[in-house]
């Protein structure tokens, strides 16, 4: 955005010019001032350059002003960036971004500003002074370092930009805080500086003098790419003048004025002008850029020609005639290279005049030679960063420069592209489910996600990273099932999990699904809830006989749940003032713990149990597996199935306490005036809640759980109409009725049960599947389970809906009181997905993982109409 708004500040010219006499034009400036408070824009008195404070390009660092002494009103020629600073205590690399407008292939010229100014109160002396470096994109810039605290440092770079975004990155490096005050952008002609030698090198500014002027500011309004000159001469230099017309637009170059029309000769005509320096590092590059143009009437007979040297050697091949016309920009074509510079201007033999150098720029090729990072892992990482708001200085490229990565990534960098290997997101505040972003990352080897709060399920789509070998999601909240693509990685030993059980399956419990470990899974389901019931049976021998002793009451339920004395549970119930539902097993109370949370619970009548036809053998280690398997069944947890919040177990009473769910049970619901405000989108979400509960149940849970009495009854709705499913396992724990039924009678609710398990007793999950089906019916038709017809035979919903859905008539099936408002095609796929689950044979049956994922489709084409 802000980025923009500099492209605006042009506009903001055309005021100026009531003020200024020369109006620069701003256009495509990038002008920022480092550390100013949020949406201030201020215009520099001297330059005219308007200023943007810097929040719209960074998002790390602390605003600081710089103290007193350094800054206005004291210092009145202190440039205006310089007043404040933005300091980066926080991260080893911090990266402003920038957003030019045309940024693809164009050349930009690049100044950051330093003053340090005693901003952080430490003194300001020498010791205290940071050093720092400074990156342009992925490869090195410059060092930053201060010889005293008023020192105004400026770096300044050219280079071509190959993408949108220009980052400017401070690095740390563990000599102090590295802090900035101002940062600009400007466009300048991409045919010059540096299309010789193609655009993978940047040039970085060695030194920009205009010679033979003293008096300016260096930095000139005229000057269209905003460039600092300095005013340079030496004691044997003289300085000439013009105030005649020098086109400066013959080239691209574009020298100002100011700077063009002064110029630099030797006091005697002979000597050269020489310009000596030395370079730290022996393998730099420079090129130098001459401007030369003339400045004095020539004669006839006389002449004015120039050759220029380096180290000896002649750079030009022709002599130089500067033209009293125009500008005109010379530059080595091969790099000069080694220690030591000498650059000497010198005048030819046949020249009857001195040389002059009316300004020179060096500067020093900076390779651009540090790869980027792939820009799918770039935007992967970008799309996981926005999606869990990451609070880490995550700034510029990930895994460039090599020194410092991205905090908690590591990179491989052997390809052209780097790409990231390794993310630690531990202990992050990641929230939510697992982005598919991360699927984007194909190199991943490693990825720590633990102790965050992610929830839902664990993704299938995980296992599509071919090179992961270690995942951790430990501390997190995952429901659901470890996918089998990802089991069968583990079992393979490619990939090391480590997650908690106690949401999880436990992957070396979680087998693959196929048909024949199904059916022995379901038969080992249906022993352990037999088993269960045996167990109950011996416990409540025992714990009678325990009474008797007068021994305190033993643990049943796990520790981990909440365990509540005879007078909590009065209190909690407020004395069991509100009865919300009765069984056969007693009567459900609401209730509300201390921190509001409404609760239901389920009073046990001791005489629930008393016809119970009690085995006589008991022994210690059957009762251990009952608290074993108990705990299994209570541990099982998931969005769409109703909780278990905890319990009781004293000498008076026994109850269960569950989770509240404010609108009651689908079956109710339905039947009530609300039935009419349950939209078909409602219903879906109720269908499609409801089948992830079952689904879990089946397929998240080993040995998967059969419920068994699946029915709108069972299905509970809380007061965002989130649909889960209740009584689960546990109703076997704690039959309804006649205990002694569940050996050898059929289990279920008329209406629901699977003719093919009345037939055999064969039970397994289809068996669930078939009442979901009936569910499903209920649903769309606003029908029980059992439907009255006119002539007063009661026949299955099932038998209610088959002659429309043979003949196609939609209107006959659905509820009246949706009045047609309802796609259609989401409404036959979904008596189409209804009607697989009622087939007479099991196995012709959807699997639950089917079902969803059919009404997720169903979901998907209403709201495709609603839209
Ligand atoms: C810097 O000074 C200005 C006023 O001169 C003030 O508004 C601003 O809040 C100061 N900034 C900081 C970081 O102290
Ligand atoms: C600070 O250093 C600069 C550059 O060396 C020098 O020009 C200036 O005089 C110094 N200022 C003070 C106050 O020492
Ligand atoms: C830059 O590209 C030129 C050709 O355009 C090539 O000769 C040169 O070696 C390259 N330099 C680097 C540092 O890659
Ligand atoms: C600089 O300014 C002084 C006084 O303002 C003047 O005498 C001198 O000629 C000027 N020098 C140049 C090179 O313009
Ligand atoms: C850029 O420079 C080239 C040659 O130096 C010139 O022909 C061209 O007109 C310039 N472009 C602009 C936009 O000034
Ligand atoms: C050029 O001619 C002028 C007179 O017109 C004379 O004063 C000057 O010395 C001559 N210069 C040279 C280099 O011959
Ligand atoms: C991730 O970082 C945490 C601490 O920041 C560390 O304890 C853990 O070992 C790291 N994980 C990996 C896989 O290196
Ligand atoms: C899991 O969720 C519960 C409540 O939904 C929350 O209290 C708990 O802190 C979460 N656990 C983690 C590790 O985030
Ligand atoms: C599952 O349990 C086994 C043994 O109890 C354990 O070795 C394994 O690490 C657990 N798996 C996970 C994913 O926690």
């Avoid at 759980?705 to 209740?726: F, G, M, Q, S, Y």
């Amino acid at each position: 955005m802000r980025a923009n708004r500099s492209l605006y500040l042009g506009i903001f010219c055309a005021l100026a010019t009531a003020t200024l006499i020369h109006c620069q034009s701003q256009t495509g400036y990038i002008s920022i001032d480092c550390g100013t408070p949020l949406n201030e824009v201020d215009r520099d008195i001297v330059s005219g350059i308007y200023y943007a404070s810097d929040d719209a390009f960074i998002t790390t660092g602390v605003n600081f002003n710089v103290s007193e002494e350094y800054g206005y009103p004291k210092n009145l020629n202190l440039p205006y960036v310089l007043g404040d600073v933005r300091a980066f205590p926080q991260g080893n690399r911090n990266c402003y971004s920038l957003k030019p407008s045309k940024a693809k292939d164009n050349l930009y010229l690049i100044r950051a500003s330093f003053m340090h100014g005693n901003y952080d109160g430490s003194g300001g002396n020498e010791k205290a002074l940071p050093e720092f470096d400074l990156y342009l994109n992925v490869n090195f810039w410059s060092t930053v370092k201060f010889k005293n605290a008023s020192e105004q440092v400026n770096k300044e770079i050219l280079t071509f930009s190959d993408s949108e975004n220009i980052y400017v990155c401070l690095v740390n490096k563990g000599k102090g805080t590295p802090f900035i005050s101002g940062l600009e952008l400007r466009p300048v002609n991409s045919s010059i500086y540096g299309t010789e030698f193609g655009r993978n090198v940047s040039l970085v500014l060695f030194k920009r003098w205009d010679t033979g002027y003293l008096n300016g500011t260096g930095r000139y309004q005229n000057d269209v790419y905003d460039r600092i000159w300095s005013p340079y001469t030496q004691v044997s230099w003289i300085s000439t003048k013009t105030d005649a017309y020098i086109d400066i637009f013959q080239s691209g170059y574009r020298p100002p004025d100011e700077v063009i029309k002064t110029a630099a000769s030797p006091e005697n005509d002979d000597d050269p002008m020489e310009l000596l320096w030395t370079s730290d590092d022996p393998n730099a590059r420079f090129y130098a850029y001459l401007y030369f143009a003339e400045l004095e009437t020539i004669e006839k007979n006389e002449s004015r020609k120039i050759k220029i040297m380096w180290n000896g050697s002649p750079v030009s091949e022709t002599p130089i005639v500067p033209s009293s016309k125009y500008s005109m920009t010379f530059s080595n074509s091969r790099a000069f290279t080694g220690k030591d510079h000498l650059i000497s201007v010198e005048k030819t033999v046949d020249s009857t005049l001195a040389p002059i150098l009316n300004a020179i720029e060096i500067f020093t090729v900076q390779s651009l030679d540090e790869f980027s990072t792939a820009i799918e892992d770039v935007q992967a990482i970008e799309s996981i960063k926005s999606t869990y708001k990451v609070k880490k200085v995550w700034s510029g490229d990930p895994c460039s420069p090599r020194l410092f990565p991205w905090e908690g990534i590591g990179c491989s960098y052997n390809n052209r592209n780097h790409q990231i290997k390794s993310l630690n997101l531990s202990s992050s505040g990641l929230q939510g489910p697992i982005a598919l972003a991360f699927r984007d990352i194909s190199l991943l080897e490693s990825l720590d996600l633990s102790n965050n709060d992610l929830h839902e399920n664990v993704p299938e789509f995980l296992a599509d990273l071919k090179h992961l070998k270690f995942l951790n999601l430990k501390g997190n909240n995952f429901t659901g099932f470890i996918p089998k693509s990802l089991l069968k990685k583990i079992k393979a030993g490619v990939l090391v999990l480590s997650a908690d059980d106690q949401n999880l399956c436990n992957s070396s419990s979680c087998q693959d699904k196929n048909k024949n470990n199904m059916v022995v899974a379901i038969v080992v389901a249906t022993s352990v809830i037999f088993l269960l019931v045996v167990l109950v049976i011996i416990w409540i021998v025992l714990r009678q006989r325990k009474r008797g002793a007068n021994s305190g009451p033993r643990p049943l339920l796990p520790s981990g749940k909440r365990r509540f004395t005879n007078s909590e549970v009065s209190s909690i119930t407020n004395n069991f003032n509100k009865v919300i539902g009765k069984g056969g097993f007693g009567i459900v109370y609401l209730g509300s713990l201390e921190d509001g949370t409404q609760i239901a619970v389920k009073m046990i009548k001791d005489s629930s149990f008393g016809k119970s036809n009690v085995p006589s053998s008991s022994s210690s280690s059957s009762s251990k597996q009952f608290q074993v398997e108990a705990e299994l069944l209570l541990t099982v947890h998931h969005r769409n199935l109703a909780s278990f919040v905890g319990y009781c177990d004293d000498d008076r009473s026994m109850a269960l306490i569950y989770e509240y769910m404010a609108n009651g049970n689908l079956q109710d619901y339905l039947s009530s005036e609300n039935a009419e405000d349950l939209s078909w989108e409602k219903r879906l979400h109720i269908a499609i809640d409801s089948a992830q509960g079952l689904e879990y149940l089946h397929h998240g849970c080993r040995p998967p759980i059969v419920h068994r009495d699946v029915k709108t009854a069972n299905i509970l709705l809380n007061d965002n109409l989130e649909a889960k499913i209740a009584d689960f396992g546990v109703s076997k724990v704690f039959p309804e009725d006649d205990l002694s039924q569940v050996e050898t009678a059929v289990m279920g609710t008329p209406g629901y049960i699977d003719p093919e398990y009345y037939r055999t007793f064969m039970l397994n999950e289809k068996s669930d599947v078939y009442s979901f089906g009936v569910v499903l019916l209920e649903l769309i038709t606003g029908q029980r389970a059992i439907v009255k017809t006119e002539a007063g035979d009661k026949i299955s919903v099932v038998h209610y809906v088959e002659p429309f859905f043979e003949t196609g008539e939609l209107d006959g099936v659905v509820d009246p009181l949706l009045r047609g408002d309802f796609s259609s095609d989401s409404a036959w796929k979904f008596v189409d997905v209804a009607m697989s689950c009622v087939r007479d044979r099991g196995y012709n049956r959807p699997t639950m993982n089917h079902v969803v994922s059919e009404l997720q489709q169903c979901l998907a084409a209403e709201l495709s109409r609603e839209s």
